[in-house]
């Protein structure tokens, strides 16, 4: 099938496009850092049980679709890691600062 040919292509630039793309569609809905912003907003407007939904089950998805796409594109991912874990990094030590600024 054509999604096979697709797989069986080794690092090119479409591979690098569709992985990039697909990444930050997960990082949003994970939510990360900076991708975040949304989520407060989303939990407000929601109702008590859309936001219920939303906090224990569709915000895991972006980390299950990042575990998938990984183990789908792991050729690809050999020098895209770094990148993923030193922004993984920076928003750990965001996040720290962050909440030593936190007067409550």
Partial sequence: S???WFISMKTTSLNWLFWGGCFLGFLIKLPAFPF???LPKAHVQA????SVILAGILLKLGGYGITRMMML???TLESFGILVMSFSI???VY???MCLRQSD
């Fill in 95 to 97: 996040g720290a600062f």
């Fill in 73 to 75: 594109f792991s050729y």
């Fill in 47 to 50: 109702p008590v049980g859309g």
């Fill in 2 to 4: 054509s999604f096979m």
């Fill in 90 to 92: 920076v928003g750990s």
């Fill in 36 to 38: 975040h912003a949304w």
